[in-house]
């Protein structure tokens, strides 16, 4: 079943918005993406007629709002392949995800002289907290590099992965390069040696349909702002066996069994990591989007991004503009970063915006592999489901007006 991208925008009511009086042109959706009717009615009517605290109330209300929350969960592990919902936690987003990870995995199974391995092409979220894991620990954080064309160096993959790695951080797809990562490969290569792999899913969760065994990683992540789901939820999955060895993370209500006044023992999982009240409408969201996502099909949302994005590659490069990453739509997804020689991206960005069209412009959370690649910052158009060909014909008319004011 192929994707109607004109159908799917009308599901979007602030696609029928304009910005600064021209059609709004929304090319900024690896950012965060457009919300469509199902998720914003979703949300209002848990609000309206289901809520209450989850796993608490013994009323009938209580149980409505519990019901939707664990709904949720169910949804999400279904999304992903993973066996039980005991594997899937409630978060915040990505980065808390993977804060998660480096508080309680991390903290217990990284010692001085370990290695944790990540890629040159991470975004902030899967970096810092790595570097900061290392500082505290005296472990060791090294980069597997990129190719010319924005590929990770596998090749390069006995050198980088040791006996002395423990864990190996990195993302499915590119938030800048759009490359999709061989991760399985890096997954059997990280296990051989005796490591953890944690994959950054944030780019690759609203855009690929994946399965966690297929992918053997160890621990997952992914926010629903960029899949059509609200801001404020998001899961960390983790194999059962980890995450019931795992220490907790936050202390409080609800990841507890009983309490003493000096002592505690903790929930089974995924609640151990729960603590206090949950997002719980944003999470009822989540669930929203991903059943909207599974309607239009992963495979139907794949193969229009793919379209789409080999003609916004083409009519990006037929303006003469240098393109970061992979140019086959087989390895890379929907995200095109580019510059023009004469043109910063600000700027383009800023006159772009006079036009309706939205694109993002700076370093995108990634400033190492903006140093890798030579520049300081570059332009990024993201495309989605609700987008079009039309889309990137007012994209390349915008960008052909800002060349326009600095010749
Ligand atoms: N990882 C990647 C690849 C991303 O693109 C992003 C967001 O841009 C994140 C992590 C962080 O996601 P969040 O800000 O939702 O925690």
């Given at each position: 079943?192929?994707?109607?991208?004109?159908?799917?925008?009308?599901?979007?009511?602030?696609?029928?918005?304009?910005?600064?009086?021209?059609?709004?042109?929304?090319?900024?959706?690896?950012?965060?993406?457009?919300?469509?009717?199902?998720?914003?009615?979703?949300?209002?009517?848990?609000?309206?007629?289901?809520?209450?605290?989850?796993?608490?109330?013994?009323?009938?209300?209580?149980?409505?709002?519990?019901?939707?929350?664990e709904g949720a969960r169910e949804a999400s592990a279904r999304f992903i392949?993973?066996?039980?919902t005991?594997?899937i936690?409630?978060?915040?987003?990505?980065?808390?995800?993977?804060?998660?990870?480096?508080?309680?995995?991390?903290?217990?199974?990284?010692?001085?002289?370990?290695?944790?391995?990540?890629?040159?092409?991470?975004?902030?979220?899967?970096?810092?907290?790595?570097?900061?894991?290392?500082?505290?620990?005296?472990?060791?954080?090294?980069?597997?590099?990129?190719?010319?064309?924005?590929?990770?160096?596998?090749?390069?993959?006995?050198?980088?992965?040791?006996?002395?790695?423990?864990?190996?951080?990195?993302?499915?797809?590119?938030?800048?390069?759009?490359?999709?990562?061989?991760?399985?490969?890096?997954?059997?290569?990280?296990?051989?040696?005796?490591?953890?792999?944690?994959?950054?899913?944030?780019?690759?969760?609203?855009?690929?349909?994946?399965?966690?065994?297929?992918?053997?990683?160890?621990?997952?992540?992914?926010?629903?702002?960029?899949?059509?789901g609200?801001?404020?939820?998001?899961l960390?999955?983790?194999?059962?066996?980890?995450?019931?060895?795992?220490?907790?993370?936050?202390?409080?209500?609800?990841?507890?069994?009983?309490?003493?006044?000096?002592?505690?023992?903790?929930?089974?999982?995924?609640?151990?990591?729960?603590?206090?009240?949950?997002?719980?409408?944003?999470v009822v969201?989540m669930g929203a989007a991903i059943e909207y996502l599974e309607?239009?099909?992963?495979?139907?949302?794949?193969?229009?991004?793919?379209?789409?994005?080999?003609?916004?590659?083409?009519?990006?490069?037929?303006?003469?503009?240098?393109?970061?990453?992979?140019?086959?739509?087989?390895?890379?997804?929907?995200?095109?970063?580019?510059?023009?020689?004469?043109?910063?991206?600000?700027?383009?960005?800023?006159?772009?915006?006079?036009?309706?069209?939205?694109?993002?412009?700076?370093?995108?959370?990634?400033?190492?592999?903006?140093?890798?690649?030579?520049?300081?910052?570059?332009?990024?158009?993201?495309?989605?489901?609700?987008?079009?060909?039309?889309?990137?014909?007012?994209?390349?008319?915008?960008?052909?007006?800002?060349?326009?004011?600095?010749?």
């Amino acid at each position: 079943m192929s994707l109607d991208a004109q159908r799917v925008k009308k599901d979007f009511p602030i696609l029928e918005t304009l910005a600064h009086g021209k059609r709004l042109v929304y090319l900024d959706s690896a950012a965060t993406s457009q919300k469509p009717r199902a998720v914003i009615d979703r949300m209002v009517r848990f609000y309206e007629e289901e809520n209450a605290n989850v796993h608490r109330g013994i009323y009938e209300l209580g149980e409505k709002a519990t019901a939707a929350y664990e709904g949720a969960r169910e949804a999400s592990a279904r999304f992903i392949g993973a066996r039980s919902t005991r594997s899937i936690v409630f978060t915040k987003g990505t980065t808390e995800s993977i804060n998660l990870v480096r508080y309680t995995w991390a903290r217990a199974n990284v010692h001085e002289g370990d290695e944790v391995l990540v890629t040159e092409m991470e975004h902030h979220s899967n970096l810092i907290p790595w570097q900061l894991l290392c500082a505290e620990t005296g472990a060791t954080l090294r980069h597997l590099p990129i190719d010319d064309d924005g590929k990770l160096r596998i090749d390069l993959l006995g050198e980088y992965l040791t006996d002395r790695t423990k864990l190996v951080g990195m993302s499915l797809m590119s938030n800048v390069l759009g490359t999709i990562n061989p991760v399985r490969t890096v997954a059997d290569a990280a296990h051989a040696v005796g490591a953890r792999i944690l994959v950054d899913a944030a780019q690759a969760a609203p855009h690929l349909s994946f399965d966690v065994n297929d992918l053997d990683c160890d621990f997952l992540a992914f926010s629903a702002h960029k899949m059509c789901g609200p801001t404020g939820a998001g899961l960390l999955y983790g194999r059962e066996d980890l995450l019931e060895e795992m220490p907790p993370f936050h202390g409080g209500g609800e990841m507890i069994r009983e309490v003493w006044a000096d002592h505690a023992t903790w929930a089974e999982i995924p609640q151990k990591f729960e603590a206090g009240t949950p997002n719980i409408a944003q999470v009822v969201g989540m669930g929203a989007a991903i059943e909207y996502l599974e309607d239009l099909g992963m495979d139907a949302v794949r193969e229009h991004e793919m379209q789409l994005t080999k003609y916004a590659l083409d009519r990006i490069f037929s303006i003469g503009a240098t393109i970061y990453g992979p140019m086959d739509v087989h390895d890379r997804g929907s995200v095109v970063s580019f510059n023009l020689e004469e043109v910063h991206p600000h700027d383009m960005a800023t006159i772009v915006d006079q036009e309706g069209v939205c694109i993002r412009a700076g370093h995108h959370c990634a400033q190492p592999l903006m140093r890798k690649l030579g520049v300081p910052a570059t332009a990024r158009a993201s495309f989605y489901i609700y987008n079009t060909e039309e889309d990137v014909d007012a994209l390349i008319d915008a960008l052909e007006k800002s060349k326009g004011w600095f010749i």
